[in-house]
C-alpha cells in the first residue's frame, strides 16, 4: 500500500533519526516560505518531542516563518518588506489558476518566476554576508541540514559546512530533480507542464511535448543559475546548481501519486505522501484540497496511484 498521509511524519522522524542513535541531533533547517514551510513545521514539531535540537535560519521578513517553542529561530535583515513580499507571492499564485495559450501562461510564469526568484536571491545573499550568523552556524556543530531546494540557500550552507543535506521538497521546476538524481522522465511518456496532456499522448502530442522542454531550460537558467553564482562566490569555487542538487544525502518527496504521475525511484529517494494537506485533520478539508487540485490538474491528468 501507498505511503498516506497520515504515514508522512512517522517516515521524516525515521530517516532523520540518522542525526543521533543514541543521542538526539542537532539540525540545522534552512526552509522556504509559504505552503512549502507550513509542511515542513509540522514535521519541526515532532522532531522537538523526540529531543533533537532545531534551529531555523530565516529572514526578519517573511509570509509564515514564525518563532516557535519548537525550535531555535535565527533571523536575518533583508532589504524588502513584508507588503513587497506578500504582493508578489500573491501575484504569483494567482498566474498558478489561471487559463490560457501557452505562450499566455509561459510569458505570466516568466515575469512571476523573475520576481519571485529575485526575493530568494537577495534573501540568501543577505544571509551568506552576515559574518555573525555564519560564524555562529560555524560553530554550532550540526549533524545535519534539512532544506527545501526549491531555494538554494540551504545546499550552499550544507556545503561550506560540509553537513549531510536531507532535501524535504514537493518538487524542483523543469525537473532539476529528476536530472539531479538520474531518474529518466522521457517526453514520450511523462507530460510536461503546462501541456495539459494525460499520460496516453498522440505521436503529434509527444513531439509537442518534446519541444515543452526547451523554454523550460530558459526558464531554469534565469531562476536558478543566481544561486550558482552566489555558492561560487561565497564558497570559493566553481559550483554548478547540479552539483548544489547532487550532495544531498536523503530527498524526502512529498509526492501523492494519487494526484500525480508515478516516477522511478532511486535508493535516497522516500516518498513520504502528500502533506500538502496536512494543516487540518476535519474530512471536509480534505475533500476540499482534493477537489481543488483536481479542479486545476483537469480531469485527464488526475491519476490513481500503481502502488500496491
Same mark, same amino acid.
Given at each position: 500500500?501507498?505511503?498516506?498521509?497520515?504515514?508522512?511524519?512517522?517516515?521524516?522522524?525515521?530517516?532523520?533519526?540518522?542525526?543521533?542513535?543514541?543521542?538526539?541531533?542537532?539540525?540545522?533547517?534552512?526552509?522556504? !516560505?509559504?505552503?512549502?514551510?507550513?509542511?515542513?513545521? $509540522?514535521?519541526? !514539531?515532532?522532531?522537538?518531542? #523526540?529531543?533533537?535540537?532545531?534551529?531555523?535560519?530565516?529572514?526578519?521578513?517573511?509570509?509564515?516563518?514564525?518563532?516557535? #517553542?519548537?525550535?531555535?529561530?535565527?533571523?536575518?535583515?533583508?532589504?524588502?518588506?513584508?507588503?513587497?513580499?506578500?504582493? &508578489?507571492?500573491?501575484?504569483?499564485?494567482?498566474?498558478?489558476?489561471?487559463?490560457?495559450?501557452?505562450?499566455?501562461?509561459?510569458? #505570466?510564469?516568466? &515575469?512571476?518566476?523573475?520576481?519571485?526568484?529575485?526575493?530568494?536571491?537577495?534573501?540568501?545573499?543577505?544571509?551568506?554576508?552576515?559574518?555573525?550568523?555564519?560564524?555562529?552556524?560555524? $560553530?554550532?556543530?550540526?549533524?545535519?541540514?534539512?532544506? !527545501?531546494?526549491?531555494?538554494?540557500?540551504?545546499?550552499?550552507?550544507? #556545503?561550506?559546512?560540509?553537513?549531510?543535506?536531507?532535501?524535504?521538497?514537493?518538487?524542483?521546476?523543469?525537473?532539476?530533480?529528476?536530472?539531479?538524481? &538520474?531518474?529518466?522522465?522521457?517526453?514520450?511518456?511523462?507530460?510536461?507542464?503546462?501541456?495539459?496532456?494525460?499520460?496516453?499522448?498522440?505521436?503529434?502530442?509527444?513531439?509537442?511535448?518534446?519541444?515543452?522542454?526547451?523554454?523550460? =531550460?530558459?526558464?531554469?537558467?534565469?531562476?536558478? $543559475?543566481?544561486?550558482?553564482?552566489?555558492?561560487?562566490?561565497?564558497?570559493?569555487?566553481?559550483?554548478?546548481?547540479?552539483?548544489?542538487?547532487?550532495?544531498?544525502?536523503?530527498?524526502?518527496?512529498?509526492?501523492?501519486?494519487?494526484?500525480?504521475?508515478?516516477?522511478?525511484?532511486?535508493?535516497? =529517494?522516500?516518498?513520504?505522501?502528500?502533506?500538502?494537506?496536512?494543516?487540518?485533520?476535519?474530512?471536509?478539508?480534505?475533500?476540499?484540497?482534493?477537489?481543488?487540485?483536481? $479542479? =486545476?490538474?483537469?480531469?485527464?491528468?488526475?491519476?490513481?496511484?500503481?502502488?500496491?
Amino acid at each position: 500500500m501507498a505511503l498516506g498521509l497520515s504515514a508522512s511524519p512517522p517516515a521524516v522522524l525515521l530517516l532523520l533519526s540518522l542525526l543521533g542513535l543514541a543521542a538526539a541531533g542537532k539540525l540545522l533547517v534552512v526552509p522556504a !516560505d509559504g505552503s512549502h514551510w507550513l509542511s515542513m513545521r $509540522e514535521v519541526l !514539531d515532532m522532531l522537538q518531542q #523526540k529531543g533533537h535540537e532545531v534551529v531555523v535560519v530565516a529572514p526578519e521578513v517573511a509570509l509564515h516563518i514564525k518563532p516557535s #517553542k519548537s525550535f531555535v529561530m535565527k533571523m536575518y535583515p533583508v532589504p524588502y518588506t513584508q507588503e513587497d513580499l506578500k504582493k &508578489q507571492f500573491q501575484a504569483f499564485f494567482h498566474f498558478s489558476f489561471e487559463q490560457g495559450s501557452f505562450l499566455e501562461r509561459f510569458v #505570466k510564469a516568466y &515575469q512571476g518566476i523573475k520576481r519571485i526568484t529575485y526575493f530568494g536571491v537577495t534573501s540568501c545573499g543577505h544571509l551568506l554576508q552576515n559574518k555573525e550568523l555564519i560564524r555562529y552556524l560555524e $560553530e554550532s556543530k550540526f549533524d545535519a541540514v534539512l532544506t !527545501d531546494p526549491v531555494l538554494l540557500c540551504g545546499a550552499i550552507l550544507a #556545503k561550506h559546512l560540509s553537513l549531510p543535506a536531507v532535501y524535504f521538497l514537493r518538487g524542483i521546476p523543469c525537473g532539476l530533480d529528476f536530472e539531479a538524481t &538520474q531518474c529518466p522522465r522521457p517526453p514520450s511518456y511523462v507530460p510536461r507542464g503546462f501541456t495539459q496532456f494525460a499520460d496516453h499522448m498522440t505521436f503529434l502530442q509527444r513531439v509537442k511535448n518534446l519541444l515543452h522542454d526547451i523554454p523550460d =531550460i530558459f526558464l531554469c537558467d534565469f531562476a536558478f $543559475e543566481p544561486y550558482s553564482k552566489l555558492a561560487s562566490e561565497f564558497l570559493q569555487q566553481d559550483v554548478t546548481v547540479l552539483d548544489l542538487l547532487r550532495q544531498a544525502s536523503v530527498w524526502l518527496m512529498r509526492s501523492d501519486f494519487v494526484l500525480e504521475y508515478p516516477r522511478p525511484l532511486m535508493p535516497n =529517494i522516500i516518498p513520504i505522501g502528500g502533506s500538502d494537506c496536512l494543516f487540518s485533520q476535519k474530512p471536509s478539508a480534505w475533500r476540499n484540497c482534493f477537489s481543488r487540485r483536481t $479542479e =486545476i490538474r483537469g480531469e485527464g491528468e488526475v491519476r490513481q496511484s500503481r502502488a500496491t
